[in-house]
C-alpha cells in the first residue's frame, strides 16, 4: 500500500520514503505478513532534496506525482510511461483541456447551426409546397369565375377543365 502525504509524519527521519511492516508486538524481528508493506512518501521532505536520483523510477513518479517542475522534463525523457501520463494529464487539464472543450463548444454551435439552417429550409420548402397548391386553387377559381362571367355552364367548365361538377359549383357560388 502506497501512501503519498502532503505532510511530514515521521520529523524524526529524513527519508521522503518510509516503508513499514505487520510485526509481532512482543517479537519486533518476527514479520507477521511478509507480502503485505507499506509506503510513505512524505512530499514536503522530496521537495527539501536538491539532488534527487531522477534515474529511479520511483523518484520520477515521485517527482510528477508533485508536479516538482525542476524534474518533470528530465523524467518524461526516461520514461516513457510516464511521458505518456504527463501527454494525458496535459490533454485533461490546463491549456490542452481549454483547446478541448473550446473545440466541443465549436462543434456545438456549428451542430446547432446546422439544425436550425435544416428546420428552416424544411419549413421554407413546405411553405413553398403550400404556396403553389394555394396559388393553383386561387388560379382555378379564377379561371372557372371567369368562363362562368363569359356565360359558359358549370357542367361545360367541368367538362372542359377536368374538375369534378360538385367542385366548379362550390367555386362560381363563392
Known amino acids: 500500500m502506497i501512501n503519498i502525504l502532503d505532510y511530514i509524519l515521521y520529523k524524526e527521519h529524513k ?3 518510509s516503508k ?3 510485526v509481532l508486538d512482543k517479537h519486533r524481528e518476527h514479520e ?3 507480502d503485505l508493506e507499506w509506503y510513505f512518501i512524505e512530499l514536503p521532505k522530496f521537495e527539501q532534496i536538491n539532488n534527487i536520483d531522477i534515474n529511479d523510477t520511483v523518484n520520477q513518479w515521485i517527482a510528477f506525482i508533485n508536479n516538482d517542475r525542476r524534474y518533470i522534463d528530465m523524467a ?6 510516464l511521458k505518456e501520463a504527463k501527454e494525458d494529464y496535459n ?3 490546463g491549456e490542452a483541456e481549454e483547446r478541448r472543450l473550446q473545440d466541443l463548444r465549436e462543434r456545438w454551435e ?9 428546420v ?11 404556396g403553389r397548391k394555394e396559388g393553383r386553387k386561387l388560379g382555378e377559381q379564377n379561371i372557372i369565375k371567369s368562363l362562368f362571367k363569359n356565360n359558359m355552364s358549370p357542367s361545360e367548365i367541368a367538362e372542359k377543365t377536368g374538375i369534378k361538377l360538385a367542385e366548379v359549383l362550390k367555386m362560381v357560388s363563392n
Open 15 to 17: 527519508e521522503y520514503i
Open 20 to 22: 513499514t511492516a505487520i
Open 32 to 34: 507477521v505478513i511478509k
Open 76 to 81: 518524461t525523457t526516461k520514461n516513457k510511461v
Open 91 to 93: 490533454y485533461l487539464t
Open 110 to 118: 456549428m451542430d446547432r447551426i446546422s439544425e436550425i439552417n435544416y
Open 120 to 130: 428552416s429550409e424544411r419549413s421554407e420548402k413546405e411553405g413553398e409546397k403550400r
